[in-house]
């Protein structure tokens, strides 16, 4: 936006209140991208750490483990150096606050509420039926 003024974009940004992001591209020190090979490989590098961070995140999915932070952490380090995942991850936590904020909705709340409480109930009514027509006993009880 020209203004006609001689403040910078941010000053601009900061007088309207609006927040500005940081700007897209590698962050890879100076030294590295002044040279075309250096910074190549250090694309590589950090694609390679990345892929191997999601990946092992895409494993913990099933298992134990933070599977989706893992994720979202690879994602980060591929956002250090590629557009594309900088752009991937502000997408992200523009929907994570958009659902923080609905959630704290108390319309939305007083559902949720109502939501879990009625799946307990029916969940507990369902074990209730199963523990009188079955009854209770340990797995690891064998019969001899």
Do not use: C
Not at 26 to 31: G, I, K, V
Not at 40 to 49: A, H, M, T
Not at 77 to 82: D, G, K, Q, S, V
């Amino acid at each position: 936006m020209n203004t006609g003024s001689d403040e910078t974009g941010e000053a601009v940004a900061a007088a309207e209140g609006t927040k500005s992001e940081p700007a897209l591209g590698s962050r890879a020190p100076e030294f590295i991208k002044a040279r075309r090979a250096l910074h190549l490989s250090w694309q590589v590098g950090v694609f390679i750490v990345g892929l191997a961070v999601v990946v092992a995140g895409v494993i913990m999915l099933p298992l134990p483990g933070p599977g989706w932070l893992v994720i979202f952490g690879g994602m980060a380090i591929w956002a250090t150096e590629f557009v594309w995942a900088q752009l991937v991850l502000r997408w992200t936590k523009r929907k994570v606050t958009e659902a923080t904020q609905k959630a704290l909705d108390p319309k939305v709340r007083r559902r949720n509420i109502i939501l879990t409480s009625v799946g307990l109930v029916i969940i507990a009514v369902l074990v209730g039926i199963y523990v009188w027509k079955f009854g209770f006993e340990m797995p690891w009880k064998i019969k001899e």
